[in-house]
């Protein structure tokens, strides 16, 4: 059975971190490009910060950078956002998302999201308080 769970999510106090986890199960996501997606209330889903193996690289969007880090454990077979100074704006729900190796560059997976054609999780509620 291939899927993706995410974790770690809750309620923090401006300022704060949080380190949140996606687990991957029935496929290895070494073997795939990973993303970290929020959606807040009201707002389209944008892209957080991605890896790709065809660049090697990380990309994050504008406003968290300096503030999150993506990072991976292969024993574990899972990828980390870590996330720290947490601003209200950060709140929303955040999902990882999987798709095979080779096919996007770390900023185009972020930019472009990978949709249906990708694997998701069902995510998990980030909420920071002011």
């Known amino acids: 059975q291939v899927q993706l769970v995410e974790s770690g999510g809750g309620l923090v106090q401006t300022g704060g971190s949080l380190r949140l986890s996606c687990a991957a199960s029935?496929?290895?996501?070494?073997?795939?490009?990973i993303g970290w997606f929020r959606q807040a209330p009201g707002k389209e889903r944008e892209g957080v910060s991605c890896?790709?193996?065809?660049?090697?690289?990380?990309y994050y969007t504008d406003s968290v950078k300096g503030r999150f880090t993506i990072s991976g454990d292969n024993a574990k077979n899972t990828v980390y956002l870590q996330m720290n100074s947490l601003k209200p704006e950060d709140t929303a729900v955040y999902y990882c998302?999987?798709?095979?190796?080779?096919?996007?560059?770390?900023?185009?997976?972020?930019?472009?999201?990978?949709?249906?054609?990708?694997?998701w999780g069902q995510g998990t509620k980030v909420t920071v308080s002011s």
């Open positions: 029935g496929f290895t996501l070494d073997n795939y490009d």
């Open positions: 890896i790709s193996r065809r660049d090697g690289g990380t």
């Open positions: 998302a999987a798709v095979p190796a080779g096919i996007t560059t770390s900023q185009a997976m972020c930019v472009l999201s990978p949709g249906p054609s990708g694997f």
